[in-house]
């Protein structure tokens, strides 16, 4: 029977059905593995805090 678990796509350790990755491949958790990606995401997350504080900052004067 297979269904249960996947394989890591890059140590090969089992992993949760669904996930192409395991925890120590992608602490972050991270839909996809592509460094690429991650940097965006990291890049994308810092830029949205600061334009969040810059709005808070706005709003309260
Ligand atoms: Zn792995």
Request: aromatic share 6%; glycine share 6%; net charge positive.
């Amino acid at each position: 029977m297979t269904g249960l678990y996947d394989r890591c796509v890059r140590c090969g350790v089992r992993v949760p059905w669904g996930r192409s990755v395991c925890r120590q491949c992608n602490p972050a958790d991270l839909p996809s593995p592509s460094p690429t990606q991650y940097h965006a995401t990291v890049f994308l997350s810092v830029l949205l805090t600061l334009v969040v504080v810059a709005v808070v900052l706005l709003i309260r004067g």
